[in-house]
Nanobody
Framework: QVQLVESGGGLVQAGGSLRLACAAS????????MGWYRQAPGKQRELVAS???????NYADSVKGRFTISRDNAKNTVYLQMNSLKSEDTAVYYC?????????????WGQGTQVTVSS
């Protein structure tokens, strides 16, 4: 089973930047698509950005031009560089990954990391 551990969240002023990281560990054959989701209080969890195994990326309209997703396959890590942060970016950010395990394929979530943007 894979474990996804996020890091890099915190408190930042509007206009500032943060870089989130999500490292996968455990026993698996490969990591396919990876993504970042977020959930603000009282709202549904939403996709922020995703990256395929071939590094094709997809972004929510609300973050296009401000956020950049990338991955380091050698480190089994996905990153989210967040620039020009706004108060509406405040949320718990979750890492997600499609895993090809030793026996079957499955989807896995990290525990989440809080991002708070003060205005």
């Amino acid at each position: 089973q894979v474990q996804l551990v996020e890091s890099g969240g915190g408190l930042v002023q509007a206009g500032g930047s943060l870089r989130l990281a999500c490292a996968a560990s455990g026993s698996f054959r490969s990591i396919n698509a990876m993504g970042w989701y977020r959930q603000a209080p009282g709202k549904q969890r939403e996709l922020v950005a995703s990256v395929t195994g071939e590094s094709s990326t997809n972004y929510a309209d609300s973050v296009k031009g401000r956020f950049t997703i990338s991955r380091d396959n050698a480190k089994n890590t996905v990153y989210l560089q967040m620039n020009s942060l706004k108060s509406e970016d405040t949320a718990v950010y979750y890492c997600n990954a499609d895993i090809t395990g030793l026996v079957w394929k499955y989807n896995s979530w990290g525990q989440g990391t809080q991002v708070t943007v003060s205005s």
